[in-house]
């Protein structure tokens, strides 16, 4: 959905649509959409810059990566952006902490729908997990840990230690 600069009203515009996204439009490409992405977007316009505050909300699915178990995350997330004319990009190495907010954009147009996905996509976690303390699967029986099933206590050294522990031994 373009949005057309020139034609931004004073006070501004306010939008609440729905967008479609598919699997391949996220970074993770394993993050099922189970339903539209809704978006609340407030955009004004001010000089030259472009106010754009919303919100996001939708729930996704994702395999945990610890216990490959499909589960529901549900996203609720705000934002703040302010975008300047193209023009006026420095060309500098480094962004200051005012520049890291602003975004800029070319022509005389903003796209929204790319707003919306960018802003969907910075809230998927980097690895995805049904829970903060989930145990994943046993590594000796391939059972999940939280059912009960594995009663396996079998806990191997990790052998990156293997090397340190021979020369402590070899010193004593």
């Known amino acids: 959905m373009l949005i057309d600069i020139d034609r931004l009203p004073k006070e501004g515009l306010r939008l609440s649509r729905d967008f479609e996204f598919a699997s391949l439009d996220m970074v993770d490409e394993n993050a099922v959409v189970l339903e539209p992405v809704h978006a609340e977007v407030f955009i004004r316009l001010v000089g030259e810059e472009i106010f754009v505050d919303g ?82 699967i046993c590594t000796v029986c391939g059972e999940l840990v939280r059912t009960g099933k594995c009663s396996c206590l079998v806990k191997e050294p990790d052998p990156r230690w293997s090397k340190l522990k021979f020369t402590v031994r070899d010193k004593r």
């Not at 939708?58 to 975008?83: G, I, K, M, N, Q």
């Not at 954009?105 to 980097?126: F, I, K």
Request: net charge negative.
């Open 55 to 136: 919100q996001v909300s939708v729930r996704l699915s994702f395999v945990c990566a610890r216990c490959l178990t499909p589960f529901e995350f549900p996203v609720a997330s705000r934002f703040d952006l302010v975008y300047l004319p193209e023009e006026l990009d420095p060309l500098s190495d480094s962004l200051s902490d005012e520049e890291i907010d602003k975004m800029y954009y070319s022509g005389r147009q903003l796209d929204l729908r790319a707003v919306v996905l960018e802003q969907l996509n910075l809230t998927l976690p980097g690895k995805p997990l049904c829970a903060n303390d989930c145990e994943g």
